[in-house]
Each structure stands twice: as structure tokens, then as C-alpha cells.
């Protein structure tokens, strides 16, 4: 005997059909296989990059993190500017300055 989904798959196959038409089924039919194949293909990838082996955080040098100071310090010496002895202030002045030179003599 025919339970309760049974009824309601017929039912909505019968729905189908009086709306699209029997021509309209293959097609249909088709958008769901391909459907379900690329669910398939997604899990498959899915369950494959979660059985892969991750690499410890540990394991992986974490990047230095530089203070204003240090990219202060840097960016001085990559212009030759020279910090020994001179406050942040004064080390900030001169870049400026230098980085003025250098924009006006590339604009000459």
C-alpha cells in the first residue's frame, strides 16, 4: 500500500507534467543528475582537503612584526639618511626633506 510520500511524489510528478509537459521531463531529469554529480564531485573534494595533513602553526615561522621605529630606522637608511644620535622628530624632518628632493629632482 502507498503511504504518505509516496502519494506526494506522484503528486508532484503529475504536477510537473500537466505544467512543462512530458517533453520538459528529460530535460529536467538531466539538471538533476548533473546537480547531484557536482554535489557529488564537491564532497568528494571537500572530504579529500579535510583529510589532508595540516601543517602545525608552530612549525611555521610567524613574520616579524616591525615598530614605527624600526620602519623609521629603515626607511632612513634606504634613503641615506643618518639617525645616530638624532630623535625620531628630527629623523622624520629629514626624510621628508629627502623625499622632497628626490620627488623634484624626478619631476626636473
Not at 512543462?20 to 564531485?41: D, H, Q, S, T, Y
Not at 589532508?52 to 637608511?77: D, G, N, R
Request: aromatic share 6%.
Amino acid at each position: 500500500m502507498l503511504g504518505g510520500w509516496e502519494w506526494l511524489i506522484i503528486g508532484i510528478i503529475a504536477i510537473v507534467i500537466i505544467l512543462w509537459g512530458p517533453a520538459k521531463i528529460p530535460e529536467f531529469a538531466k539538471a538533476l543528475g548533473r546537480a547531484k554529480g557536482e554535489f557529488n564531485n564537491a564532497s568528494k573534494e571537500f572530504q579529500n582537503a579535510a583529510s589532508m595533513p595540516t601543517t602545525s602553526v608552530a612549525s611555521t615561522p610567524a613574520p616579524a612584526i616591525k615598530t614605527k621605529e624600526q620602519i623609521l630606522i629603515e626607511t632612513a637608511h634606504n634613503l641615506g639618511v643618518e639617525t645616530e644620535g638624532k630623535t625620531q622628530k628630527q629623523i622624520t624632518e629629514e626624510i621628508s626633506i629627502k623625499a622632497k628632493l628626490l620627488s623634484a629632482q624626478e619631476n626636473s
